[in-house]
């Protein structure tokens, strides 16, 4: 009876889990350039009860073994990179990415983030930093003189000056990696780099696969709430179920304590 | 006497069996790719309530797989994949290939297609790799698995079938299956669709389960009424024989 227990306990545990996801999920449905996570269960391992192919009277063997399984784990979680929603701003400095890239920006102790959070600003120097203040890789600072600035689909930042001449002062550059789910979530809207996710191919927008950058849009969030909520209430049901389970469990438990103790 | 104790143990034994068989299937109901656990041995008890015979040992609780399709559920991500009629998926590991119904892959750091624990997907010609400068969105699926970006095939999964021989699968855990005689060797499946952007749920029905829990609940307590009425019986026994 222990192992119908511990069995029905793994089922609650993974569906706890999963409703952790759901929720982190839903709290982030206006997070700019969020991507939903989505839990993976995998049964557990099976015991061996009885082998296929054992006798059970002369002559006759059992067609197939009698494995029981030991219950669900949650194996991982994988980011979904589908695209999210485009908003229009109309301030110049949002971009948004439309296909496949990340932008690159450079922590204060010089190593790289990842990121789908095009809200860029400016700081007191020029430089376009993202909304926490990271300057993006390569920096690119825009002069003071600077009347307006537009970002092209390939990512160059053309600058007007006072005297009405546009120059280029840089291009932002796009991130690929080969396994964009193993990457690791840091927070912030931020990504690193990890084994699992290969290492980084930089380009330009719109070549070799990358996506073209929209100036004045942001990208939302790709959560759908009705998918997630429909979701929760599978999981609230799954645990319901799986606690259903261990009282039956404990009926029979208390069926077989009555005969002993009469 | 005894030759009731050896029956009521007998069946209260299996009827454990399928109680943890029942808590497994349940634990599984949201497991992508999961096959439930038929568990037989309620209706083989139905059937023999009519039939006269009966011996303790008689029992044969048939376990199989219940390899029925699962329900259809749309993710969007362009590395899911369902498999809808008979086949499976085929896992390269260093033991010999695993089955598997769970076509929720990833890519490694090599760009090559691979399962949630890491391990290659098999490929008609090995393992499938996704360029490097070809993005995941601009990955097409067709219904027969052969994978193409753009105009140009990079592969195709290698999805195999039993046939017959599918009962004599053996579950290894991960949502994966083993096929433990060697003489078997599946063949090209060929009645199946394999449907990007969708999973295939677990085909466990709640409802299913749950009257076939209660229903071995009630025979569980069934069979202690008689160990119980045995009890009584022997008592009263007793007491004429002892007057």
């Known amino acids: ?262 | 006497m005894s030759v009731i104790t050896e029956q009521v143990s007998t069946s209260i034994e299996a009827l454990m069996d399928e109680f943890y068989i029942i808590t497994h299937n349940l634990a599984n109901v949201s497991t992508v790719g999961f096959k439930r656990r038929c568990n037989a041995f309620s209706r083989v008890l139905e059937g023999q309530e009519s039939s006269e015979e009966y011996s303790p040992g008689s029992i044969n609780l048939e376990s199989a797989f219940d390899f029925s399709q699962g329900g259809m559920v749309e993710t969007g991500r362009e590395l899911d994949f369902a498999l809808f009629g008979r086949g499976f998926f085929v896992i390269e590991t260093a033991a010999g290939p695993l089955y598997t119904r769970n076509g929720t892959f990833r890519t490694n750091q090599n760009g090559q297609i691979v399962d949630g624990e890491g391990r290659i997907v098999s490929g008609e010609a090995g393992p499938i790799t996704i360029p490097a400068n070809v993005s995941l969105s601009q990955l097409s699926v067709s219904s027969n698995g052969s994978i193409r970006v753009g105009d140009t095939a990079i592969g195709r999964f290698r999805i195999v079938d039993f046939g017959e021989n599918e009962s004599k699968l053996v579950p290894v855990g991960a949502s994966c299956f083993l096929m433990p005689e060697e003489g078997i060797v599946p063949v090209a499946a060929e009645d199946v669709v394999v449907k990007q952007g969708y999973q295939e749920s677990s085909n466990v029905r709640i409802v299913d389960e749950l009257v076939d829990m209660i229903m071995v609940c009630r025979l569980y307590e069934a069979n202690m009424k008689f160990i119980t009425a045995q009890e009584e019986t022997s008592n009263s026994i007793m007491g004429v024989a002892m007057g």
């Open chain 1, 1 to 262: 009876m222990l192992r119908a227990f511990s069995t029905a306990a793994t089922g609650m545990t993974a569906q706890q889990m999963m409703v952790d996801v759901i929720a982190n999920n839903l709290a982030n449905v206006n997070t700019n350039g969020f991507k939903r996570s989505q839990i993976d269960f995998q049964d557990l391992l099976y015991v061996e009860m009885r082998e296929s192919g054992t006798e059970v009277a002369s002559g006759v063997t059992t067609p197939g073994g009698l494995e029981i399984g030991s219950g669900v784990r949650a194996a991982s979680t994988i980011k979904v990179f589908t695209p999210g929603e485009l908003q229009s701003t109309g301030r110049p400095l949002d971009i948004a990415i439309t296909g496949d890239g990340f932008l690159q920006v450079t922590l204060p102790n010089g190593e790289l983030r990842y990121t789908r959070d095009g809200a860029l600003q400016r700081n007191a120097d020029g430089e376009m930093v993202n909304n926490m203040g990271y300057p993006i890789e390569p920096a690119i600072t825009i002069p003071t003189d600077a009347v307006s600035v537009d970002i092209g689909k390939d990512g160059s930042v053309n600058v007007t000056d006072t005297s009405g001449t546009v120059s280029v002062v840089g291009t932002i550059q796009l991130v690929r990696f080969p396994n964009p789910s193993g990457l690791s979530s840091e927070g912030d809207n931020l990504l690193a780099e990890t084994e699992a996710s290969g290492t980084p191919m930089t380009g330009t927008a719109g070549e070799n696969g990358f996506g073209t950058i929209q100036s004045g849009f942001l990208e939302k969030s790709n959560v759908q709430m009705v998918t997630e909520l429909v979701n929760l209430i599978n999981a609230q049901r799954a645990y319901e179920i799986n606690s259903r389970a261990i009282r039956a469990g404990d009926d029979m438990l208390r069926t077989a304590s009555n005969i002993a103790v009469r």
